[in-house]
Nanobody
Framework: QLQASGGGLVQAGGPLRLSCAAS????????MAWFRQAPGKEREFVAY????????YGADSLKGRFTVSRDNAKNTVHLQMNSLKPEDTAVYYC?????????????????WGQGTQVTVSS
């Protein structure tokens, strides 16, 4: 089970930190990801952190602003978002899987959290 939290309303340029707590799995063996979905748009890959801690990010517009990290001792993955923009407004989802390909595709992930709303005002 994945439980996402930390969303909210923030002004453009501000930071926000999302968390995703996992339970019922051997968290350290799982690869974790963040996706987001804006109204009327497809779910978009944001970031991927492997069980080893190596990270990969999605669109170029995210690099340098978003940082994904994990705390295996607390079964938690975080997404630190800085310099937020109105176009970052979306529901953010965490996802988990052990193995697979095409990590950018939502259907390549096995487990999903419920999503947390992030709204960035201009």
């Amino acid at each position: 089970q994945l439980q996402a939290s930390g969303g909210g309303l923030v002004q453009a340029g501000g930071p926000l930190r999302l968390s995703c707590a996992a339970s019922g799995v051997t968290f350290s063996s799982y690869n974790m990801a963040w996706f987001r979905q804006a109204p009327g748009k497809e779910r978009e890959f944001v970031a991927y952190i492997r069980w080893s801690g190596a990270a990969t990010y999605g669109a170029d517009s995210l690099k340098g602003r978003f940082t994904v990290s994990r705390d295996n001792a607390k079964n938690t993955v975080h997404l630190q978002m800085n310099s937020l923009k109105p176009e970052d407004t979306a529901v953010y989802y965490c996802a988990a899987r052990m193995l697979g390909q095409d990590y950018r595709r939502p259907n390549a992930w096995n487990y999903w959290g419920q999503g947390t709303q992030v709204t960035v005002s201009s």
